[in-house]
């Protein structure tokens, strides 16, 4: 009993502490020194009409985080994200196709796929499918080279993401909201305003109404996925979004949705949309 009484007095000092403790996102310029030169990405951006006030100003995850993570993602040669965009291009260039087939073969160099991070998730023309990166990757290496699909988080999905989404760096984020994605998107909206789990929280509870605010010591931000994939101190790995949904999910210890799933394809297409207009950091550092 009474180490129950202790651990509740603990918890509700600790919330208490953490609803005190507020801080702006810092005021920084990202340049990334790149092995070609040094590339300018958008941190700030006004916000898109259609969310309707609940964000005026748009923040990238970046200028939540402490100085040295920042410096990290300043230069490719001190970003360990980069790592696994190297073993990207080796797959990419790799024949391992059923008839030796390669994503070089068919697509020559990675850059040829400049600007797909950037609108995705979108709704594919012809089979008329929320499609994100990842459902483009499958279809290539079940469809195109004859293997079995790659795991959805797996090591060989999160390097050709890496790799296909640094192309886009320094684009803006614009997926679609309206026409074929409409649904889709009023779908990933009634998701990330839904209380989930025994916490009965929901996406805005924490980067909509707290964001600014510390959460076991860590600082609360937009949610913005314009930094995905990430590489997460934390893990000492490659995140992507739908991975991040998953802990999020988890945290608020409710029985969590699929990568991959309806659910969390719509999920990723809403949260996009409310970064429309912030860089692609292609791969990112975050705690």
Known sequence: MYRTATSLVSLV??????????????EDQLTVETEDGSIDLVTTAPAPAYLDGALTTLHS??????????????????????????????????????????????????????GLR?????????????????????????????????GWTGDKMKD?????SLQSRGMAVNVAVDGPAASFWEAGKDIY????????????????DKQGLFIRSDHLSQGQINGFPTYRLKDAGILSAQQRFVGCVRDTRA????????????????????????????????H
């Not at 985080?65 to 190297?86: A, I, L, Y």
């Not at 699929?258 to 969390?264: A, C, L, Q, R, T």
Request: glycine share 10%; with cysteine.
């Open 13 to 26: 000092l600790g919330l208490a502490l953490t609803g005190a403790a507020l801080a702006d996102p810092v």
């Open 61 to 114: 995850g970046w200028l939540y985080r402490e100085t040295d993570t920042r410096d990290m993602q300043r230069d490719d040669f001190d970003n360990p994200g980069m790592v696994f965009v190297d073993r990207g291009l080796d797959s990419w260039n790799k024949a391992q196709g059923v008839n030796g087939e390669s994503c070089a073969g068919c697509h020559q160099g990675p850059e040829t796929l400049a």
């Open 118 to 150: 950037a609108v995705t998730p979108r709704v594919d023309a012809k089979t008329g499918k929320l499609m994100t990166v990842e459902n483009y990757i499958q279809s290539c290496v079940t469809e195109r080279m004859g293997l079995e699909e790659w």
């Open 160 to 164: 050709m993401l890496a790799l296909i």
């Open 193 to 208: 305003y839904t209380r989930f789990g025994q916490l009965e929280m929901s996406c805005a509870n924490c980067h909509e």
């Open 255 to 286: 029985e969590t949705f699929k990568p991959n799933s309806d659910e969390f394809k719509a999920l990723e297409l809403y949260v996009a949309s409310r970064g429309n207009g912030l860089s692609v950091e292609g791969v990112s550092v975050r």
